[in-house]
């Protein structure tokens, strides 16, 4: 695999960026959502793809075995702010999705998404993870996907994580803006990578209880059975191979998909130097996070 430029980060109304995630501002911007569609958004490696791929399975097992064996994941679940020519633009994607609900992927902050999202009242799922273990999962992230900035070691890339000097901005804004926005918008649910970890049956209970889904127990059974770390890792169309600006041989897009994989990243130090900070910029008690299981 050749070596590409890695693309610079630049400030975007205060939010670090990409120009992949900005090229196509105004049509982002514009995107017309419609009252069904369920938006998932996440910060960067909080679990996008698993959320991704147990919504598409509750509504679209039943299209039958050549949907999951022939579309790519992030073609049927489209990334809505991607625009990384010569690949269809994440709008354009979104736009012509066959399906009803339309499942739509974003990381943009709370603030960036488009308006229409709000005024049609359309479902949102948010899933978050705790820091520690996201700034690893980023980190490595960076390492294998040179369409990101380069990631430097793994002490300057912490110090750009804790100083929000990342693609999408800031983990704890992030994390913030969109807990704040749960408490005003009901048509909201919140999750957490480490429940998914914890009881992944529990937590696909809850998302048919918020989208008013009832699989049978077999069809829930083969949900949870698909989305297992190991099989999404197998299954070429969730696990990112088709990806040309990835090299896996760095690291593999489904890496490790465990809780706590931060302890053998942190040395003592920066542990003490991280969590001390994640005090001053943590507003919300009730926002609570696990760090192990
Ligand atoms: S992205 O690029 O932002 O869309 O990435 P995202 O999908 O949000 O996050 C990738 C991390 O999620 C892990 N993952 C899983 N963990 C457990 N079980 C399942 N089924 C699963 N699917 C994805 C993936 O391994 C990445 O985490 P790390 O810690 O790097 O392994």
Partial sequence: MEARPRPDLFDFHGVGMIKEFTENWDNIQNFKARPDDILIATYTKAGTTWVSYILDLLYFAHMGPDRQTSIPLHDRVPFLEICKPPLPLGTDLADKLPTTPRLIK???????????????????????????????????????NCAMPEPGDWSTF????MEGKMVFGSWYDHVNGWWEKKETYSNFHYMFYEDLIEDCGREIDRLCSFLSLSPSPEEKERVKASVTFDNMKQNKMTNY????????????????????????????AQNEQFDEDYKQKMKYPDLKFHYEI
């Avoid at 912490?158 to 994580?161: E, Y």
């Avoid at 040309?244 to 490790?256: A, E, L, V």
């Fill in 106 to 144: 974003t990381h943009l902050p709370v603030q960036f998404v488009p308006k229409s999202f709000w005024e049609q009242r359309c479902r949102v799922v948010y899933v978050s993870r705790n820091a520690k273990d996201n700034a690893v999962s980023y980190f490595h992230f960076e390492r294998m």
């Fill in 158 to 161: 912490l110090q750009n994580f």
């Fill in 241 to 268: 191979s088709t990806f040309d600006t990835m090299n896996q041989t760095i690291s593999p897009f489904m890496r490790k998909g465990k809780v706590g994989d931060w302890k053998n990243h942190f040395t003592v």
